[in-house]
T-cell receptor, first 113, second 117 residues
Framework: QKEVEQDPGPLSVPEGAIVSLNCTYS??????FMWYRQYSRKGPELLMYTYSSGNKEDGRFTAQVDKSSKYISLFIRDSQPSDSATYLC?????????????FGQGTRLTINP | DAGVIQSPRHEVTEMGQEVTLRCKPI?????LFWYRQTMMRGLELLIYFNNNVPIDDSGMPEDRFSAKMPNASFSTLKIQPSEPRDSAVYFC???????????????FGEGSWLTVV
């Protein structure tokens, strides 16, 4: 079993829709939870991060973490064609004094005009 | 800052040839990571360095792969001999680990697209 599970999609929705992206994980040591966005033929870039459980909002994006269920989500409101990209969840913990970061496989999202 | 710089951006090589990928991390960053990305396996960590010292190379697939970081501003990932199954995008990334308050932000380069035929 992978430490981080993410549905690779693809996911296609109409412009303006609310998008929900999710990841589950198995390692309870993870404390930082991140979402990276990767445009075609580019490197991933950090979109949002949260520490421990709770919600964090940034404009049209909301990240949620439920540590009790080992489940994290990213919501995109009023989705735009420019949001079309691959979204990767990532989680980190300190293991033996060193950073351990694990990525999900990524969900490919297309917003149709 | 120019960000993480990788070269070459694209490489096509024949099976059995040596491939060297290069990376210049963001100045001042203490950590450097090499990742490989494929459709089937997603983004996989190959190796990472802290202050130029390799910390964890458990992700390196086999002895054909090697990585070095001779100084704080340069790293290489070498594949010798290359095989078709090595075809992938190889990303270099760097970060300045400040502890739990940092969010552990990692900055990626634009990748080196390798095709082995």
């Amino acid at each position: 079993q992978k430490e981080v599970e993410q549905d690779p999609g693809p996911l296609s929705v109409p412009e303006g829709a609310i998008v929900s992206l999710n990841c589950t994980y198995s390692n309870s040591a993870f404390q930082y939870f991140m979402w990276y966005r990767q445009y075609s033929r580019k490197g991933p870039e950090l979109l949002m991060y949260t520490y421990s459980s709770g919600n964090k909002e940034d404009g049209r994006f909301t990240a949620q973490v439920d540590k009790s269920s080992k489940y994290i989500s990213l919501f995109i409101r009023d989705s735009q064609p420019s949001d079309s990209a691959t979204y990767l969840c990532a989680m980190s913990a300190i293991v033996q004094g060193a950073q351990k970061l694990v990525f999900g496989q990524g969900t490919r999202l297309t917003i149709n005009p | 800052d120019a960000g993480v710089i990788q070269s070459p951006r694209h490489e096509v090589t024949e099976m059995g040839q040596e491939v060297t990928l290069r990376c210049k991390p963001i100045s001042g960053h203490d950590y450097l990571f090499w990742y490989r990305q494929t459709m089937m396996r997603g983004l996989e960590l190959l190796i990472y360095f802290n202050n130029n010292v390799p910390i964890d190379d458990s992700g390196m697939p086999e002895d054909r792969f090697s990585a070095k970081m001779p100084n704080a501003s340069f790293s290489t990932l070498k594949i010798q001999p290359s095989e078709p199954r090595d075809s992938a995008v190889y990303f270099c990334a760097s970060s300045f680990f400040l502890g739990h308050s940092s969010g552990n932000t990692i900055y990626f380069g634009e990748g080196s697209w390798l095709t082995v035929v």
